[in-house]
């Protein structure tokens, strides 16, 4: 009896309090930016000279006040040649109070030709925060043709059928002051007669992706649960 009586008291209680209440949060994976750069501008040119492009300009940009100092972000989009193929690639640079930053290595096809009947044009939001993480949402359209065999003999081109995707990317600034940002997460597309649509929250640092996969992204695998973010 009085076994069972400090069970109840002491252990079950204590077992309980360290039960979780559900599966453990995974790390969302996440890679630094290269600087840093005494300017936008010169991130730029980085850029440009790196990718070998054209040209480069900035695009929609953002800005907030935070405790260290004034947090920006830019997008960048470079006109570069691809297989002869005139066509951009786009970037995201970010500020921290150490400098600027720019995403690179993750370079994004933003506009232009991807073959005799295919095509890609991409839209930038402005950048934006919540809870201290920057949030970059942008949707790209694809444009995807091809040839039929006519009757008569010969091909034709076929209409080309639309695939639009929604994407997001959160980046911050860890107690290192070098941003680090995540691969781009699908947050929505459709192609034909399929279709998906994920909603992305924050919760005391953990994102949380929820949503219903009805046919599934051609462009993008859809990442579902609840991802830890731990910037360094």
């Known amino acids: 009896m009085l076994k069972a009586y400090w069970l109840a008291v ?5 077992l309980s309090a360290s039960s979780p209440a559900g599966p453990p949060a995974q790390p969302l994976e996440v890679h630094r930016l290269a600087g840093p750069y005494p300017s936008l501008p010169a991130v730029a040119r980085r850029v440009k000279r790196d990718w070998d492009a054209s040209r480069c300009k900035s695009g929609p940009a953002g800005a907030r006040q935070a405790a260290s100092g004034a947090i920006e972000a830019a997008w960048l989009r470079c006109e570069v040649s691809v297989a002869g193929a ?6 995201l640079a970010v500020r921290s109070a150490k400098g600027w930053y720019v995403d690179g290595d993750h370079r994004l096809r933003c506009g232009g030709r991807l073959g005799a009947l295919s095509s890609v044009q991409a839209r930038f939001d402005g950048p934006t925060w919540k809870d201290g993480v920057l949030w970059a949402t942008f949707d790209v359209e694809t444009m995807e043709g ?5 009757p008569e003999g010969g091909k034709a081109a076929v209409s080309p059928r639309p695939d639009k995707n929604r994407w997001l990317i959160l980046c911050s600034a860890g107690p290192s002051g070098v941003p680090s940002c995540s691969e781009a997460l699908v947050l929505g597309c459709s192609s034909g007669d399929s279709s998906a649509t994920v909603s992305a929250r924050l919760r005391r640092r953990r994102l949380v992706l929820t ?3 009805e046919g599934g992204c051609d462009r993008g695998n859809i990442l579902l649960g609840t991802f830890r973010l731990d910037f360094r």
Do not use: D
């Open 10 to 14: 002491h252990l079950l209680p204590a």
């Open 86 to 91: 005139r066509g951009t690639e786009c970037a």
């Open 146 to 150: 091809e040839w039929s065999e006519r």
């Open 211 to 213: 949503g219903k996969e």
